[in-house]
């Protein structure tokens, strides 16, 4: 007997088809719905913030990898480079840059006459807002080097100013120019009738990718190159010693550690460590490395060191989780036949472990490439890293830039060219974390090994 | 180079150690390997680990003991008339060192003679001409004592580093003596070399103690040494952050606080714009995400994390701050003067941690039991009030580790304050102005001058020390929660 009673607390039964939805069914179904709308908004912000600072990076960035350059035949006239005419080649040495700019800028102006451009500015010195200042330098060491060319007709690849760079890029508007010292309309319609005539033109390139950095007022001739160089040699230090010492680590805490106030102490510090904010190794870098045991400042030696050290937990915990997933069996199996556990672990496990720990290491290797805190405090910002290094003791010792570092530091410039270059390097690093990840995943994917 | 010299000697001498090891427990087999108790090769390599250990852990200690005892002995020759006003010990001790890398290296170069370098009656101003001759670098003039000085620092490296080689040799060779010695079919080699592993794998796990005690000794002292020049009290309660670069001390006034509220203040703005993002992310792809959206949203968001800062912090200065200004600025609702601000930095620093809160979140609601959504669903509740009322509620503590951890992030984080909050610090409401951090402020009191004696280069350390506790503190409390809630349903 069930004596199910009505509800007479006021709720009225449902009248009415149970196919209709009652309000209060209505209002849940909503709720539910914009719950989930929630939800879908929510992934959809994030990414298209993924997205919008993608086609930031991509729309700002990929100019750099393009530049501004003038075709020019100049007169290397011999009376001006080699007086005494007898080709001596510290005689010619003598003649500095300031010696061979009015040749150039004669040049140019032939140039603007030759295309017929109706232009008020017929000085050949006016013509020195149009091209960069690096030109001379780049006719001086081809005259040196070949001596014979003085007195001939010589083609030259100037790179153009980064004004006229800019003009070219849409970053220099003449509505701007009232304010610009270094430009004004007289150049830019120079510069109009020399893009028709051939002149001017805007081509890849590979020095931006190559070249070394340049000072603060030759925007168009810096390159990111030789810090590219400078994160390279970090990255070997980084390697050779985390990878050692994390593996070593890991090993002796995953297979021999015994259970003891010591292990644990070593495990709280490992956890903690990867939480420390970077900055916080920087200041460890700077007080012990260059305080205390004098290192060289900015080298990239103490880089490595200072992001070894950061990427060390990263590389143990990765570790640790490669070889906690070989299966049991496979150490008993080795201990069963005869092996040591030193042979067990280094015969057996390790090579079954070694994708997982690769794919970690790399990781921990893409996380220090582009880390820049540290390196701010160890004096790799700051510094114009303008000459390549020869051999290892070089790159590791003598100062140099990282690739972060450079760009944090042509950010920092005034010049707004620079903040293309800044985005460029952008990309360039990008290109690089992105390659590095595309392997770890690969080999996870290629080795993994699931038991 | 001697040293990296006496590096290779040490190798040579170990790897003919190692063949001779194992050629001698071999013969004492008889050349049947079955009779020896290890492998032949752990023979050699208890030879080779018994030469390089003592050696290469001698050639480190005299490495670290020998500038220090040279110092000490050397210091004390100095007379007090030396040190200038204004200078220091320090200062005329590297001098001293100058001077003496000046005469190695002019004698090096054969332009003074080695009997000239070590004449101690030598004319002083001469020397210094021959030394600039030599293209060395020296300062103005060397006076006698100092000339003195270097001259003695000169013959106790070159004795210390003679001295060096020839223990490092003997006792090198003295080792292969006995650890060949020992090579018999019996010697217990494999445990000995295992233990000699084991060693070195404990003295690698180490370093992770020792980097942190490196980071609280580096932070300790400079901060103890910052506070004997500068008043803790004022350090903790000054409202002002105004440091003077030019005169030495005094003027300066180092509050932290005016730090702690820009601080407190982007990170609240971060997590502000990471938090719901992130959290209803993580809802949906938990809960109603179908495995394919699943996988393709989830790594996505994920790019997010591996992005390095400095772009965002790129993307601060030159995209959200412009941005802001031409909605914000005096064009438009004008409370916002410069690109530089709260605003700009908490915003770049939120589109970062929303993977970090996202995929924290989304475990941690993986972890409610499945049993309790479907006694949910059972009573009749939909999937939205399921999420609400049961896993919600359930996830809760977790969820708060997972923000509290995101916090200890946005307080830590650098390169998006450098570039994106100004440097004025300040303390105002409006978020549409530019304050400044800890860390931008370590950054910038420590970058350029290394000159480490003055109150405005040392608070670096102390705004360290400070950023290190905070963020330790946040982290051990974020994941003890994290961790009593994992066990509540394991």
Redesign the interface.
């Known amino acids: 007997m069930t004596d199910a009673s009505l509800p007479t607390d006021g709720a009225k039964p449902q009248s009415g088809s149970l196919t209709t939805l009652d309000a209060r069914t209505k209002k849940r179904n909503a709720a539910e719905k914009r719950f989930r709308a929630y939800g879908v908004a929510a992934i959809a912000t994030g990414i298209t913030f993924l997205f919008v600072l993608l086609f930031a990076i991509l729309t700002s960035g990929l100019g750099a990898f393009q530049q501004t350059f003038l075709t020019v035949p100049v007169y290397l006239d011999e009376a001006k480079l080699d007086k005494k005419g007898n080709r001596n080649i510290d005689d010619i040495k003598k003649v500095s840059t300031f010696g061979y700019n009015p040749l150039i800028q004669k040049a140019v102006l032939a140039e603007v006459q030759k295309a017929g451009i109706e232009t008020p500015l017929t000085k050949s010195k006016e013509m020195k807002a149009l091209i960069s200042a690096s030109a001379a330098g780049q006719v001086r060491a081809a005259v040196i080097e070949n001596p014979a060319l003085i007195g001939q007709t010589v083609e030259f690849k100037f790179l153009a100013s980064s004004r006229v760079d800019g003009y070219l890029k849409d970053r220099v508007k003449r509505e701007h120019l009232a304010r610009d010292k270094n430009i004004d309309a007289e150049h830019l319609d120079i510069v109009d009738g020399l893009l028709e005539a051939g002149v001017v033109a805007k081509t890849f390139n590979p020095a931006f990718i190559f070249g070394a950095d340049a000072s603060e007022s030759r925007a168009e001739q810096a390159g990111i190159g030789v810090s590219m160089l400078g994160s390279l040699f970090m990255m070997f230090v980084v390697l050779f010693l985390a990878l050692p010492l994390g593996v070593a680590a890991s090993i002796y805490l995953e297979e021999f550690a015994p259970k003891n106030r010591l292990t644990d102490l070593i495990e709280v510090n490992i956890s903690n460590l990867a939480a420390v904010p970077s900055i916080v190794f920087g200041i460890l870098g700077l007080a012990v490395f260059i305080q205390f045991m004098h290192l060289p400042q900015s080298a990239p030696l103490v880089g490595g060191l200072v992001l070894t050290l950061m990427t060390l937990p990263t590389i143990i915990i990765s570790t640790r989780a490669s070889l906690k997933s070989v299966p049991p069996s496979i150490r008993d199996a080795a201990l069963g036949v005869g092996a040591s556990k030193m042979q067990s672990v280094f015969h057996h496990v390790l090579p079954l472990a070694a994708p997982g720990i690769l794919t970690g290491t790399i990781i921990g290797l893409a996380q220090a490439l582009g880390e820049t805190a540290p390196l701010l405090l160890i004096g790799m910002v700051g510094y114009i890293a303008s000459n390549a290094p020869d051999g290892i003791a070089s790159g590791l010792l003598d100062p140099n830039s990282a690739m972060p570092a450079q760009i944090y530091e042509w950010a920092k410039r005034a010049d707004p060219a620079y903040y293309e270059r800044a985005w460029g390097g952008i990309i360039i690093l990008l290109i690089f974390l992105i390659s590095m990840n595309t392997l770890a995943v690969i080999l996870r994917r290629r080795f993994e090994r699931r038991w | 180079m001697p040293v990296i010299w006496l590096c290779v000697i040490v190798l040579a001498i170990s790897i003919v150690g190692f063949v001779f090891g194992r050629q001698r427990a071999l013969s004492s087999a008889g050349g049947d390997a079955r009779a020896l108790h290890s492998l032949p090769n752990y023979y050699g390599w208890n030879v080779f680990m018994k030469v390089t250990a003592p050696a290469f852990g001698l050639i480190v200690v005299w490495l670290i003991a020998q500038p220090l005892v040279i110092q000490n002995s050397i210091a004390g020759m100095i007379p007090e008339s030396e040190i200038k006003e204004g200078s220091s010990i320090g200062l005329v001790m590297a001098e001293v060192r100058r001077t003496a890398e000046g005469l190695n290296n002019a004698v090096a170069a054969g332009v003074i003679s080695e009997e000239l370098s070590l004449d101690a009656g030598a004319d002083v101003e001469a020397l210094t001409a021959s030394l600039k001759e030599a293209g060395q670098v020296v300062t103005s003039a060397i006076t006698q004592p100092i000339l003195h000085a270097a001259q003695a620092y000169r013959t106790m490296t070159s004795t210390g580093s003679l001295i060096l080689a020839a223990l490092t040799l003997l006792l090198s060779l003295g080792a292969a003596g006995f650890a060949i010695r020992q090579a018999d079919k019996d010697y217990k080699a494999?445990n000995t070399v295992?233990q000699g592993?084991?060693a070195?794998?404990?003295?690698?796990?180490?370093?992770?103690?020792l980097?942190?005690i490196?980071?609280v000794l580096?932070?300790v002292?400079?901060t103890a040494e910052f506070f004997r020049l500068y008043p803790a009290a004022d350090f903790f309660t000054l409202l002002e952050w105004a440091p003077s670069f030019s005169g030495r001390g005094g003027a300066s006034k180092l509050g932290i606080l005016p730090l702690l509220w820009g601080t407190l203040y982007i990170s609240f703005i971060a997590l502000l714009v990471a938090v719901?993002?992130?959290?209803?992310?993580a809802?949906?792809?938990s809960?109603?995400a179908t495995p394919r959206v699943r996988g393709i949203?989830k790594p996505?968001?994920e790019?997010?994390a591996?992005?390095?800062?400095?772009?965002y912090?790129?993307?601060a200065?030159?995209?959200i701050g412009p941005l802001l200004v031409s909605v914000f600025g005096d064009d438009g609702a004008g409370w916002m003067s410069g690109g530089r601000a709260v605003m700009t930095a908490g915003i770049a620093m939120g589109?970062m941690l929303?993977?970090f809160v996202?995929s924290l979140s989304d475990d941690i609601i993986n972890a409610v039991p499945q049993a309790m959504r479907d006694g949910s669903y059972g009573l009749g509740a939909?999937?939205?009030?399921t999420?609400?009322q049961v896993i919600l509620p359930a996830a809760l503590p977790g969820i708060v580790g997972a923000i509290l951890?995101a916090a200890?992030r946005a307080?830590?984080?650098?390169?998006i304050v450098?570039?994106g909050a100004g440097a004025a610090a300040r303390l105002s409401l409006n978020p549409f102005e530019a304050m400044t951090t800890v860390?931008a402020k370590?950054?910038s009191q420590?970058?350029?001058d290394?000159d480490?004696a003055s109150p405005e280069a040392l608070v670096?350390?102390a705004l360290?020390i400070t950023?290190?506790v905070l963020?330790?503190a946040l982290?051990?409390f974020a994941?003890y929660i994290v961790r009593k809630y994992r066990e509540q349903y394991e």
């Open positions: 494999r295992e592993i084991l070195l794998l404990i003295a690698a796990a180490s370093v992770a103690i980097t942190t490196g980071i580096s932070l002292f400079n719901p993002i992130g959290l209803f992310a809802i949906y792809l809960e109603y949203a996505l968001l790019i997010l591996g992005i390095p800062t400095i772009v912090g790129l993307f200065l030159l995209t589109i929303i993977p996202s939909t999937q939205s009030e999420i609400k951890l200890s307080i830590g984080e650098t390169m450098v570039m860390t370590i950054v420590l970058t350029g290394s480490f670096a350390f360290g950023l290190f963020t330790l982290n051990v994941l």
